[in-house]
């Protein structure tokens, strides 16, 4: 019985830390600095703990019931465990970065307390143990995170703040209304009972494809699938820890991980795949995919452009499991994990360049590389991983992705994909190539906007060594992706479990 | 139905459990008359005191859920009057005494630092709210309409008194217009009444619910009940005077008034249509419809209020239509629904209930810190009065129905039903009311984050009144995923036919 | 003979309320109100309802006049110089589509009343009273719609309640009189300090704001 | 067990090195911001980073490596098939390594004195160089199609730091060529591999031969995978990167760019192609591979002629030799009984062209910075490998012979007649090289025993030696040198070729006039500049109107919020009436009720 308390405790490491956090005072960094760090730590072990459980064949599940046929339910699967996973180990490399980042800056108290909250609502994403669960920290990652966005406190912060809520809250509402509509239907749906829906049969295959895309309507708000993708651009001004958190693992990826679990443990791939919404998702994908990526193209500045390039990122997951085998589901479920690290990675060095410098613009980062090698040498590990060039993570998702197409039935999805990786390149090569074979100002030509000398290193160390350590992360995901433990293995893991029945 | 409500029962009452009643019902007055006279300016003794109320009922809920439900008939002459206590009166019981408790608990602090004793004002606001706490009770303990009709008069009057404490022009303006508008209410009620006890020669609900036969009678003597009633409880077109009347109150009584004053006339509306109409789907879809429209209406006006308070008052008459809609789902529909619409409508009220109150008082905090009453004057306040603007924004997650608050769950159940019944249109409502709300609230925080101003004089206001709010809130909050607590008592004994 | 006994205290209340309601001069209304429920007294002692008499007498007659004049700035000790001679003279204003318009609501209340009455057995007693009471109602509440003066709105109110309380003791039946009694005796009480509380308000809006011209009770429009 | 660490090493040595650097740089901080003198960065361990290669490549027996947790699977081989390859490419490493130590020499003394920039430009060239060489080394030992790639996009992003090296409007210009053809190919590649190894589900480049063999859409998925490696190979139409960024990239990177690196798209094709199957179809794409082949083969000899910078002309040297490399690749598709045969002379051309042009490349740089020889016996060696390339003397008589002798008894004379056609052009483009050089010569003498002339020198006598050494498949070839009466044939594209370069010569002498008309380098790229510059304009034209159409929708968007606000606004309004009207209004909803109860 002990087990079924480990999700719960997971879970409330980083659901307790932010009382504490609030309790303690403004000044007192130093101890919401080990706080703050220790609880991550401690997060992570427990992850780890349960991911070794759960290659044992142990299962962990808390749950009880809020009303009659409604159960708050946590629950450990492979599937829930690579989410944890991420967002436990990005927590950790973010807290570092931010403690690291918003030194002497106001407000910290409250930063870290919503921070918390946000990886919170993050781990009670990954451990849902049923629609009503989900639903329930989906909705209380808007909240914390709101906060989080508007934390500048400027007009355009609040704007952008605001914008963000009308997305996610129409979204959440959406999806509520979905939610509660399949509970109606057929009472209360834990992940992983697929035959719910399957047995319901032909004569409720319409309403059942009207629900899906009413919850795929809420889903895909946070998972900023291409009309409903206006947010993210906008939250870009939040401070860098957060849309590195925001791109790479909470919101976003909570949207994805909702289509996930929507596509694989409330429909049943094979139940999806009959009533045609793949092909669907297919062509919403890809779509995403391709727009976003040229107007990733015609951004001028750096962070709008990386998120752009999210968008375009994220739609892979989506288009990895909307191709119907086993190698789509993998590559979807393992670019969960590669473009969080990526991502993340990319959104730390963006951070590091305007602290360190003052670059905000992409044109203002001639000769960067010089200045600051390690930052731009993972920056370059992270542009090289989205365009999908080995060794990096990125391309280990593409070659799932593309045999998936293939064995679909739908080689053109190759072409998307070599499109996509053009593209990319075409938004990020000519980065690297200013960052590395670019005169700029430590040559002697022109001058950095706002130069600060922060660290012994090339900047302060909190801010180097996540970047680093997620840069060299990303890079080992794809070059040892043959291990056990890595990304792909747990992919590997979840997809035998999905087709093998 | 009228087995949910307690109004079938063949238990007699024990005499502890009569006694523990009793000293429910009149613990409150007595002690309001004590404060009224010692006039304290500390919350604790009297909060100590007031617990043994809360012991007492804490003692019935035992009582009553090994017994089931009790009902107590009293035989005044040729009069009798019935009471009965069930898990829902219990439900509303408990939340009246928390919420009073709340109250005065906060009432000290805050006067002493809001108005500094002008006037005879404070010296008459224990009584009051002693005397509110008791009409409160009796109305959802009685049983037959003359105790229902007093306890309705008690507390319109009291409400009304209390209302006009602060004495200042604008809230006496707005206290007329309440006055005047709750009398014609009791008026209507008492014709309902009339009418009722013209043809059918009794009193007693469940008497009632066995007697009467539909017909012109019984459908003019519900309209006029329900007429004057609604106007009382501020549905939708009947609502104006609602807000003024806020304006300038007192907080607690403010938070006191919207919580339970507003609630309890719906109680007794519901209570008689569940009663003497139990199959009237058509009327109840028009009262459905006016929920629906006080939903916008008061979103919409709570959206652009340039005033706190008014904002919350505008979003007391938004919320109200969502317990209005508990009128077409528990009226004429399938066992199914009623079960699952049951849950919801109280949950909602409670949970409405405990978050108006705590967003009353934080919106108190805030005005006495910043010494602001617009919304635009809460610019930085997320800097400098976290606790206040926390304990708001709790509140406000419980209002807006976002997980995991007992809103939120509430508003599972309700949505759940509409879906159950077939009954769409309250999907959109419910909807249309959670972006509202979330509008008007989110309005508030964009406000508090602004962090460009200068930075102008505040007083703190003192830790214990920030606690109470936070309380509250946290209440509500934990209401959601603990909601299976308050179900049960309402199961329990007589809850579930 | 014993019909005009019978039609005379029922239509007297009818005609005084009239008087009351639409005379020009406030304190003339409010004189005219004692009077009216002295003859509501009456009704109840012809009714056989001795306490209710006792209590119309002592609670709607001399506590509510009393409240009314005082809320006239009149007080027993003080004499009779009203304070403010405005108080004496509040002429209704009278235009014909606004009281026609505000007839409307209040002929569909009637009708409503009139539909359920009809279903019951008529009053064995005294169907005078009933149809009196039935009027009162309707122009209390007409009234009420129509005056925005607070004093004219709170003689309205109480000349609907009286109503309503005739109205009551009408329907009910031998088993029933004392529930009937506790409700009016209730009403009663609630009318008093209803219109007790009112007074009070009216005297401290007008002690609040002395300076305001016209004086705030008859400029006020609370609506 | 000694070849398994030979072979890791092979590929983990030249990391090393590179990684030494910037690590002793971090060792001392700051140490890239001081002013002062700086270590050395081109030594000789540098230079040693093919060593393990070379030591791997001769190093006898065969030897697998699996690795599970590399990528998806990595398996890394050196079989004899493989040997040639790696023998030549980290020969030709080697001695480039060595050359540039001499080459740079001028910067590295900069660089040691304490000039930043150039401290800065060096050390990303002692970065690229081994992390070229790593992926080079990588594609070629490769059997996993994961590390395949890995290596050859290595190789092809890391050489874009040797091209720009000079840091120049002409490095830029020649890297951006280079890049963006180097990324279609990339694309190609990728999407070929995808759907090739995703159709048959393998790993390894064998079994993906055989996929596509197999497959039903196999000729698709070969002519991508074709045209992908060949943007690398220098195809027409896909070559115009070479004439760009060789001229502008340092001399020893040109020779490894010309030597070794465009042979990793021949290597990806013998990788990938089911060359010599029958059963796989592929005949029709194997004549179009054949004709694009000369097409190149011969134009690029013609464009060739008229550049005036040696390296350019010798770039183009190098796509006409591709050209006709391509060409014999063409038969082993359309032809597959002839390709046992010629895989072996297409090995033994491409290890004589790699190593030649190699030597003719870093004869560039002597020329400029002559040693101290005698101009007699200094021109000869410069003339030697040229004369080689055209086939006439050592290595390159001896893999023409394989050829011609392969497609005789295949009967493919048309095809030899247009070979030797190109053959002609090469004697005219070498011709043309040479006497650029001797134009351009220089007169400043460096040592003989320096590292830049010695390997140069030990490049001449590797590559016309080539055919002695070289282990092709199945061991060296019996006999490399045709019969004597076979030298006819074999020799009048060169006398033919002389005969002209010589009338060129004279005409260009008597008329003692500049020919004027000079073609731009890269050709096609400017046309191909052009268009994109006019899809691009195209495309933002599109864009804005999509904008501007965006922004008036979201303006009007924008102002029915606002009009809808103030209406909201104005909501307020109807509160009064509401108060006013409250009793009636009570009354209104008894009424409705009313009529809602009489109505059910």
């Known amino acids: 019985m002990s087990q079924g308390w ?56 808390f749950g009880f019931t809020v009303v009659p046929g409604v159960e708050f339910l946590l629950r450990v699967d492979a599937l829930g465990m690579m989410f944890a996973g991420l967002s436990s180990l990005l927590w950790l490399a973010t807290t570092v970065y931010a403690i690291g980042y918003l030194e002497d800056s106001p407000n910290r108290k409250r930063f870290f307390a919503f921070f918390s909250l946000c990886v919170a609502s993050t781990t009670g994403i990954a451990l849902a143990g049923n629609f009503f669960t989900f639903l329930l920290f989906y909705e209380l990652l808007t909240l914390s995170t709101y906060p989080l966005v508007v934390h500048r406190g400027h007009s355009a912060a609040l704007a952008a703040g605001t914008v963000y809520l009308r997305y996610t809250l129409s979204g959440g509402l959406v999806l509520l209304l979905g939610v509660v509509a399949l509970h109606a239907l057929v009472g209360d749906v834990t992940f992983g009972e697929r035959e719910m829906l399957r047995d319901l049969g032909p004569e409720y295959h319409s309403l059942l494809i009207g629900l899906f895309l009413v919850l795929l309507l809420g889903l895909g708000v946070k998972a900023a699938l291409v009309p409903l993708h206006g947010w993210l651009p906008r939250a870009m001004v939040a401070p860098a820890p957060v849309s590195a958190l925001l791109h790479a693992v909470a919101v976003v990826k909570a949207g994805a991980f909702g289509i996930v679990r929507l596509v694989y443990d409330v429909y049943g791939i094979q139940l999806t795949f009959e009533l045609g919404l793949l092909t669907l998702l297919t062509a919403l994908s890809v ?21 752009y390039s999210t968008i375009s990122q994220v739609s892979y997951i989506v288009l990895g499991i909307s191709l119907f085998g086993p190698f789509g589901t993998i590559a979807g479920l393992a670019h969960i994990m590669h473009q969080g690290l990526m991502k993340v990675t990319l959104f730390y060095c963006a951070g590091n360049y305007a602290e360190e410098l003052g670059i905000h613009r992409i044109d203002e980062m001639n000769g960067a590389g010089r200045r600051m090698p390690l930052t731009s040498l993972a920056f370059t590990v992270g542009a090289l991983g989205m365009i999908g060039l080995p060794p990096v993570a990125g391309f280990i998702s593409k070659w799932y992705l593309g045999v998936g197409a293939v064995q679909a039935g739908m080689p053109w999805v190759i072409g998307v994909l070599v499109a996509s990786s053009l593209l990319n390149a075409a938004y990020f090569l ?39 350590a997620t840069a060299v992360f990303s890079l080992l995901a794809g070059l040892l992706a043959g291990v056990p433990f890595s990304p792909l293995d747990l992919a590997t893991l979840v997809a035998t479990e999905e087709y093998l029945p | 139905m009228i087995e949910r409500l307690g109004l079938v029962t063949t238990q007699l009452p024990t005499t502890g459990s009569s006694m523990m009643t009793l000293l429910v019902v009149l613990l409150p007055l007595l002690l309001g008359m004590l404060g009224g006279a010692w006039r304290p300016w500390r919350g604790w003794p009297g909060l100590v005191v007031a617990l043994l109320s809360l012991l007492a009922l804490v003692w019935l809920t035992q009582q009553i859920a090994t017994h089931g439900t009790q009902a107590w008939v009293l035989d005044l002459g040729t009069l009798t009057l019935h009471w009965r206590a069930n898990g829902l009166t219990l439900l509303l019981l408990l939340l009246t005494q928390l919420l ?198 008061g979103g919409l006006l709570a959206w652009r209020a340039d005033k706190l308070k008014d904002v919350v008052a505008w979003s007391t008459v938004s919320q109200l239509g969502y317990l209005l809609i508990a009128f077409p789902l528990l009226i004429g529909t399938s066992q199914a629904v009623v079960s699952i619409a049951w849950g919801g409508v109280w949950l909602q009220l409670l949970a409405h209930s405990l978050a108006k109150a705590a967003m009353f008082l934080a919106v108190g905090n805030l005005m006495l810190a910043t010494g602001e009453s617009r919304v635009s004057g809460l610019a930085g306040a997320s800097r400098r009065f976290p606790l206040s603007l926390l304990s708001f924004g709790i509140a406000a997650i419980s209002l807006v129905g976002l997980p995991p608050s007992a809103g939120f769950t509430a508003k599972w159940l309700l949505l759940h039903a509409s879906l159950a019944a077939g009954q769409w249109p309250w999907l959109v409502v419910l909807a249309l009311g959670t972006l509202l709300s979330a509008a008007y609230m989110f309005r508030v925080f964009r406000y508090s984050f602004v962090e460009d101003v200068e930075l102008q004089d505040y007083r703190p206001v003192p830790l214990r009144m920030d606690l109470i709010a936070m309380a509250l809130a946290l209440a509500s909050l934990l209401l959601g995923l603990t909601a299976s607590w308050p179900l049960a008592i309402l199961a329990i004994a007589g809850g579930v036919p | 003979m014993s019909s005009l006994f019978d039609v005379l205290p029922a239509t007297l209340p009818v005609l005084l309320a009239v008087l009351v309601l639409l005379d020009r001069r406030l304190l003339r209304a409010c004189s005219l109100f004692v009077l009216f429920a002295l003859t509501v007294a009456l009704t109840w002692w012809r009714l056989g309802f001795i306490w209710l008499a006792l209590l119309e007498t002592l609670l709607g007659a001399v506590l509510t006049g009393a409240f009314l004049f005082h809320a006239l700035g009149i007080s027993p000790a003080r004499g009779a110089s009203p304070a403010r001679p405005s108080h004496g003279q509040d002429p209704v204003p009278l235009i014909w589509r606004r009281t026609l318009i505000h007839l ?33 109602v309707g122009l209390g509440l007409w009234a009420f719609a129509l005056h925005t003066h607070l004093l004219r709105r709170l003689l309205a109110f109480n000349i609907t309640g009286t109503g309503i309380f005739l109205l009551l003791m009408t329907l009910v039946g031998e088993t029933t009189t004392a529930a009937g009694q506790g409700l009016v005796i209730t009403g009663l009480a609630v009318a008093l300090l209803g219109t007790a509380l009112g007074a009070l308000l009216i005297r401290r809006l007008d002690a609040l704001a002395p300076s305001q011209q016209p004086s705030p009770v008859n400029g006020r429009q609370v609506s | 067990m000694t070849a398994t660490l030979l072979l890791i090493l092979t590929l983990l040595w030249p990391l090393l090195l590179m990684l030494r650097s910037p690590l002793r740089v971090l060792m001392e901080q700051d140490a890239l911001w001081r002013p002062g003198p700086r270590p050395k960065l081109l030594d000789a361990w540098w230079a040693s980073a093919p060593l393990p290669a070379l030591a791997l490549a001769l190093w006898p027996g065969e030897t697998t490596l699996v690795l599970d947790g590399w990528l998806l699977g990595g398996v890394w081989q050196l079989d004899e098939a493989r040997r040639p390859w790696l023998l030549f490419s980290a020969l030709l490493w080697g001695l480039a390594g060595v050359y540039a130590r001499g080459y740079l020499v001028a910067e590295q003394q900069a660089a040691e004195a304490g000039d930043g920039g150039t401290f800065l430009r060096l050390a990303g060239l002692t970065l690229l160089w081994p992390l070229t060489l790593a992926g080079n080394l990588l594609l070629l030992l490769a059997e996993d199609i994961p590390s395949f790639y890995l290596g050859f996009a290595v190789m092809t992003f890391a050489a874009y730091g040797l091209v720009v090296h000079a840091d120049n409007r002409d490095a830029h210009l020649g890297g951006r060529a280079y890049l963006i053809m180097a990324l279609f190919g990339e694309a190609l590649i990728l999407g070929g591999l995808l759907w090739a190894a995703g159709s048959a589900d393998v790993l390894t480049l064998a079994a993906l031969r055989d996929g596509i063999a197999e497959a039903e859409q196999g000729a698709w998925m070969a002519a991508i995978l074709w045209l992908g490696f060949g943007v690398k190979a220098g195809v027409v139409g896909l070559h115009v990167w070479l004439p760009l960024a060789h001229p502008v990239a340092p001399t020893p990177a040109s020779a490894v760019l010309s030597g070794v690196m465009i042979k990793a798209g021949l290597v990806g094709w ?10 796989a179809g592929l005949e029709p794409l194997g004549r179009l591979v054949i004709a694009l082949g000369l097409v190149s083969a011969l134009a690029a000899a013609l464009f060739g002629i008229t550049q005036r910078h040696p390296k350019a002309v010798l770039a183009y040297s190098s796509v006409s030799q591709m050209g006709m490399l391509t060409a014999l690749v063409g038969t082993g598709l359309s032809d597959p009984a002839l390709w046992p045969a010629m895989s072996v002379a297409v090995v033994l051309f491409a290890a004589h062209h790699g190593m030649t042009k190699g030597a003719l490349f870093l004869g560039v740089g002597i020329s400029e910075h002559p040693p101290r020889l005698p101009a007699w016996l200094l021109w000869p060696l410069l003339i030697l490998p040229a004369v080689s390339l055209t086939g006439a003397l050592a290595s390159g008589l001896a893999s023409k012979w394989a050829f011609k002798n392969v497609l005789y008894e295949g009967g493919h004379e048309t095809l030899v ?184």
């Open chain 3, 104 to 136: 409307i609501p209040v002929l569909a209340l009637m009708g409503m009343l009139a539909a359920a009455l009809a279903s019951l057995p008529a009053s064995d007693s005294s169907p005078a009273v009933r149809w009196s009471g039935l009027v009162l």
């Open chain 1, 6 to 61: 480990l999700p719960l405790i997971t879970l409330a490491t980083s659901l307790l830390v932010a009382p504490l956090i609030l309790l303690l005072p403004e000044r007192a960094w130093r101890a919401r600095a080990v706080l703050n760090l220790s609880a991550a730590l401690l997060k992570l072990l427990l992850v780890g703990l349960m991911v070794v459980g759960l290659y044992q064949g142990r299962e962990f599940a």
């Open chain 1, 287 to 307: 779509f995403t995919i391709l727009y976003a990526s040229l107007r990733a193209l015609a951004q001028q500045e750096l962070k709008p452009r990386l998120a």
């Open chain 4, 417 to 600: 007649t247009w070979l030797s056609l190109a053959a002609v052009g090469t004697t005219l483009l070498v011709a043309r090289a040479l006497w650029r050089q001797w134009r351009e010569r220089g007169h400043h003498a460096i040592p003989l025993l320096g590292t830049m002339p010695l390997a140069w020198l030990f490049a001449i006598v590797a590559a016309t030696s080539l055919p002695l050494w070289l282990p092709v498949a199945g061991g060296v070839v019996d006999s490399p040198w045709p019969p004597p009466d076979e030298l006819p044939g074999l020799m009048w594209p060169v006398g033919v070729g002389l005969v002209l370069a010589c009338v060129g010569l004279w005409l260009a002498a008597i008329t003692r006039r500049r020919i004027t008309w000079r073609l731009m380098s890269g050709d096609l790229w400017w046309l191909y500049a052009m268009l994109a510059r006019r899809l691009g304009a195209g495309l933002q034209e599109g864009a804005e109107r999509i904008g501007a159409r965006g922004s008036r929708l979201r303006g009007r968007l924008v102002a029915a919020e606002r009009e809808g606000m103030a209406w909201i606004d104005g909501l307020p309004r109807y509160e009064r009436r509401f108060r006013q009207l409250a009793v009636p209004l009570m009354i209104g909803v008894a009424v409705l009720l009313l009529l809602g109860f009489w109505l059910g």
């Open chain 4, 270 to 279: 013998l990788s990938v192609l089911p060359l010599g199957d029958p059963a």
């Open chain 2, 100 to 297: 009073v408790l709340a109250s005065a608990a906060y009432a000290p602090a805050y006067l002493c630092d809001a108005v500094q004793a002008r006037g005879r004002g404070p010296a008459w606001l224990w009584p009051l709210m002693g005397l509110l706490a008791t009409s409160l009770s009796l109305i959802w303990l009685a049983a037959d309409l003359l105790s229902l009709y007093i306890g309705l008069e008690l507390m319109g009057l009291t409400a009304v008194g209390l209302m006009l404490l602060p004495g200042r022009e604008e809230a006496l303006a707005a206290g007329m217009r309440y006055l005047l508008l709750a009398l014609i209410g009791s008026l209507a009620f008492l014709l309902g009444v009339a009418l009722l006890l013209g043809g059918w020669g009794r009193l007693d609900l469940a008497g009632l619910a066995e007697a009467v036969e539909p017909g012109p009678l019984l459908w003019v003597a519900m309209a006029l009940l329900s007429a004057g009633l609604l106007l009382k409880a501020a549905a939708f077109p009947l609502h104006a005077w609602l807000a003024p009347v806020h304006g300038s109150a007192w907080t607690p009584v403010s938070a006191l008034h919207a919580a339970l004053v507003i609630k309890a006339s719906f109680f007794i509306a519901l209570q008689l249509w569940l009663v003497l109409a139990p199959r009237a789907a058509m009327a109840a879809w028009l009262v459905g419809g006016m929920g629906a429209a006080a939903v916008v209406w």
């Open chain 1, 430 to 468: 000519p980065i690297l190539h200013r960052l590395w074979f670019r005169a700029g100002p430590e040559h002697g030509k022109g001058q950095w906007p706002e130069e600060r000398r922060l660290g012994r290193f090339e900047t302060s160390g909190w801010l180097l060594w996540p970047t680093l």
